[in-house]
């Protein structure tokens, strides 16, 4: 992964991981076009975030938050 699209998956996890983010929310704000800005795609691949469907929320997976330097024990807070 090269360097800006590091701290743009960066910048994506610390979104989701700022509030309840539902799928609608991720698609309006990370959906892109571009193959070369795949962040939301990318990050799901790699296992950074997951999607609920039931609850219809995209959150992070333990990847993810360590990922950011987080414990697990902070995604319920």
């Known amino acids: 992964m090269s360097q800006p699209a590091n701290a743009l998956t960066l910048q994506f996890l610390d979104w989701v991981a700022s509030g309840?983010?539902?799928?609608?929310?991720v698609m309006d704000?990370?959906?892109?076009?571009?193959?070369?800005?795949?962040?939301?795609?990318?990050a799901l691949l790699d296992g950074l975030v997951r999607y609920d469907g039931d609850r219809r929320i995209v959150e992070l997976t333990e990847q993810g938050l360590a990922a950011l330097g987080r414990e697990t024990r902070h995604a319920a807070e």
């Open 20 to 25: 309840r983010r539902t799928h609608a929310d």
């Open 29 to 42: 704000a990370w959906r892109s076009s571009c193959p070369r800005l795949s962040i939301w795609e990318d």
